[in-house]
């Protein structure tokens, strides 16, 4: 009985609450990329880099309030920073909006195009953040680093197996549930989310209605800023802030909104959920659960290992290949790319 | 002159002209028909009237005013009503969603106007929180045209309203159209069911490509042999 404790202690410490905090992060990621693609009808190539970004000016903010010897207490500075850092990010958003894409929708352009004017965004804002940052890896999470530590959980118990749960974790799934809440209240509830929701339907019979489309797409645009810098920055609280990384990011959420049906927002978080559970899951040596579960003689020899973590990013693109061939629509019936 | 007037207009989509001096018009309170066969331009006369055309010669009044350059959007604002032959739903929002994105452009309270839709639409109240695409047919009309009406135009345009419905159907949305225009709002619809149509019009429009060829009552184009002979079918 033990050893099924401990076996769970163990899957929980090393899949379950990591897949918790990447999948949230993933989700978020996702939820930007949908709505832009629910409202705008383009993939947007730019949305790790602005992640990127967005998590840039937080980040920078951040050494501002350390050196004017101001933190959070328990948790993160990054936290007080975030809400400055989503302004910048909004506001890049809005003039590359107006700089770039407004000019395609003028010409009523293929969406082909706005996803390759959307990589060339893509390298400015990561050339922006390069330029401001560097491309080392930035480490500024402060604050407790652990909620709950190995050896707490350990004397609590009893059990052999360690549970740790790390601040930045905690904060990644409270924050994504409150984020993912209002997201849903705002399209569901408002007036500007429904003429968001509406636009998206069908919007020949927006522009009828006299739904300003001008206005719909800013929204979007402040909504997927904002989604994107929050992702990012509790990812880079998480693990690191590393501009490639962000980049690589990419793959990922692509696959988290097109398995839950891209265009759908609760497909988003589903998605984000599925591709981190897939990910962690395939990644992770057995070894220790199998041998804590099966009798002694049982036990495995090798790592059962399916995948090494270099690796990982096979996963994302086994889904979106798998989930492209046999079901395009995703989950929850997206729209087909 | 009539409450909206569509008067000589010409014009069409690229650089050929689809309307010929085309003249259409509707007073309160009345229902006009435009009949014609296939590619009469039916369907254009009615996108000209609503400004989804731009017209080369001819205006448009409502009202008495010239409202020939205005967009669509601002014939909303003004008074029309439009509801399109197709696409005419919001089908991932719900029925109440739909009638509330047709009262958008309002910035009152406009819940007795949703009660009044219900009224019209009984079995739209049953399914309000339905989503609008997995209604009938017959019912996402009703949802179509009640979008339209939030916005209480004193001009209702239908592009054939009655597209792919069943005949019952059929007759329950011209009943719904009788009571609309007892409102008195003005009601200009194009149809292909010609013959229904011209039942319940007092004022039918016979095109033929482009071009006005029988204009009179309702009743009266029933009666004439020759409409009968070679629009109606005998």
Known sequence: MTDILNALVLLSNFVLIPALSYGSQLALGALGVTLIYAVLRFSNFAHGDMMALGTMATIMITWGLHAMGVSFGPLPTALLALPFGILIAMAVALVTDRAVYRFYRKQRSAPVVFVMASVGVMFMYNAITRIFIGTGDQRFADGERFVLKVNEFKELTGLDQGLAIRTSQLITVVVMVAVVAFVFWFLQKTRTGKAMRAYSDNEDLALLSGINPDRVVRITWILAAALATIAGVLYGLDKSFRPFVYFQLLLPIFASAIVGGIGQPLGAIAGGFIVAFSEVMVTYAWKGFITLIVPADMAPEGLVQLLGTDYKFAVSFIILVVVLLVRPTGIFKGRVI | ?234
Do not use: W
Request: glycine letters at 12%; proline letters at 4%; hydrophobic letters at 40%.
């Open chain 2, 1 to 234: 002159m009539s409450f909206l007037a569509g008067t000589n207009m010409t014009g069409g989509y690229g650089a050929a002209d689809i309307l010929h001096d085309c003249t259409i018009a509707v007073d309160k309170g009345e229902i006009a028909v435009i009949v014609g066969p296939n590619g009469a331009g039916k369907s254009t006369a009615m996108k000209a009237v609503f400004g989804m055309l731009k017209l080369r010669q001819g205006s448009v009044t409502l009202d008495g005013r010239d409202i020939t350059n205005l967009t669509p959007q601002d014939r909303v604002q003004s008074g029309m009503g439009f509801v399109p032959q197709t696409n005419n739903v919001f089908v991932n929002m719900s029925v109440e969603e739909n009638l509330e994105m047709g009262a958008y452009i309002r910035d009152d309270d406009f819940s007795g106007t949703m009660d009044r839709v219900f009224d019209l639409f009984p079995i739209l109240k049953e399914k309000r929180s339905q989503p609008a695409g997995q209604l009938s047919g017959g019912q996402r009309q009703q949802v179509a045209v009640g979008r339209a009406l939030m916005t209480q135009p004193k001009v209702l345009m239908l592009d054939e309203p009655t597209a792919g419905v069943s005949p019952i159907v059929m007759d329950e949305l011209f009943d719904n159209i009788l009571e609309i225009a007892a409102l008195g709002i003005a009601i200009l619809m194009v149809e292909q069911n010609a013959r229904q149509a011209l039942n319940i019009a007092d004022k039918g429009y016979v095109l033929v490509q482009g071009a006005n060829r029988y204009t009179d009552t309702g009743e009266a184009l029933m009666a004439n042999p020759e409409v009968r002979k070679t629009f109606l079918g005998g």
